[in-house]
């Protein structure tokens, strides 16, 4: 057996299967929004970084959610 590996495919411009990824919106957090986490419960949002991470007091802890935020909903 081979220990190389083919290269990836290269499809033609025009193909109808070279179809781009489209990207999900991160969700936007604002100070003071109450959100809901799947692990740690209900909290709200002590601060912003804008499309890194966001901060939130899920009391009695603090913790710094990163993006995406998928297990976290605004309410």
Do not use: C, W
Request: proline share 9%; charged share 25%; aromatic share 10%.
């Amino acid at each position: 057996m081979s220990k190389f590996r083919a290269a990836p495919r290269r499809y033609l411009p025009g193909s109808p299967f070279n179809v781009p990824l489209e990207v999900e919106p991160v969700e936007t957090f604002e100070l003071h929004d109450q959100v809901t986490h799947d692990k740690y419960g209900l909290g709200v949002v002590l601060g912003v970084e804008e499309g890194v991470a966001v901060l939130v007091d899920f009391h009695p802890r603090r913790l710094r959610i990163l993006a995406p935020y998928s297990k976290m909903t605004k309410l």
